[in-house]
Antibody, heavy 126, light 107 residues
Framework: EVQLVESGGALVQPGGSLRLSCAAS????????MHWVRQAPGKGLEYVSAISSNGGSTYYANSVKGRFTISRDNSKNTLYLQMGGLRAEDMAVYYCARHWVGHCSGTSCYGGLDFWGQGTLVTVSS | DIQMTQSPSSLSASVGDRVTITCRAS??????LVWYQQKPGKVPKLLMYAASTLQSGVPSRFSGSGSGTDFTLTISSLQPEDVATYYC?????????FGQGTKVEIK
């Protein structure tokens, strides 16, 4: 059974730092790209960051670029999100999600985020 | 960055009604479009990818269409269990942006 379990969410002051973790099990973690998505209370989903299966490529939303760093340890089946310079607008539930590829046509591959963790809450307040 | 805009933001329909949600990309994205369903208090669920390919286990009353900049998600016969917020997401490039969501309720 695929499982993604986030941890590390906490109350932090503006300007502070936090590291989120996502422990994966039930699948070959090193074969999948992974994403972080957040959802502020009562709001919609917001893409945060993504990382390739081997960690060689990383991607960030403009809203977090330069402040957040995504990484992974395939030997520990764990995804991370190092968050710095936290702002009130970063307050949200942070989900990790698996990037699944449904099919490829030539060099074009199509899929989506097929498994999500339950999320971890980050609160930014003084 | 490519922006994704959904309409309407919310809708109310009767059981059995046909419901259509639109998602528009600010630039062409081919058919790199994914739809998710998020029920209240739950995590998002993958409904469809490649704009029109139904994810395994998703009821056939859900369908998707479109390519380029304009996409639609259709529920052919709305059921009570379809009450949820639906999100589109572009699935190519460096930023997998979401639409703002469409909340579907039963009238």
């Amino acid at each position: 059974e695929v499982q993604l379990v986030e941890s590390g969410g906490a109350l932090v002051q503006p300007g502070g730092s936090l590291r989120l973790s996502c422990a994966a099990s039930g699948f070959t973690f090193s074969s999948y790209a992974m994403h972080w998505v957040r959802q502020a209370p009562g709001k919609g989903l917001e893409y945060v960051s993504a990382i390739s299966s081997n960690g060689g490529s990383t991607y960030y939303a403009n809203s977090v670029k330069g402040r957040f760093t995504i990484s992974r340890d395939n030997s520990k089946n764990t995804l991370y999100l190092q968050m710095g310079g936290l702002r009130a607008e970063d307050m949200a539930v942070y989900y990790c999600a698996r990037h699944w590829v449904g099919h490829c046509s030539g060099t074009s591959c199509y899929g989506g985020l097929d498994f999500w963790g339950q999320g971890t809450l980050v609160t930014v307040s003084s | 960055d490519i922006q994704m805009t959904q309409s309407p933001s919310s809708l109310s329909a009767s059981v059995g009604d046909r419901v259509t949600i639109t998602c528009r990309a600010s630039q062409g994205i081919g058919n790199y479009l994914v739809w998710y369903q998020q029920k209240p208090g739950k995590v998002p669920k993958l409904l469809m990818y490649a704009a029109s390919t139904l994810q395994s286990g998703v009821p056939s009353r859900f369908s998707g269409s479109g390519s380029g900049t304009d996409f639609t998600l259709t529920i052919s016969s709305l059921q009570p269990e379809d009450v949820a917020t639906y999100y589109c997401q572009k699935s190519n490039g460096a930023s997998w942006t979401f639409g703002q969501g469409t909340k579907v309720e039963i009238k």
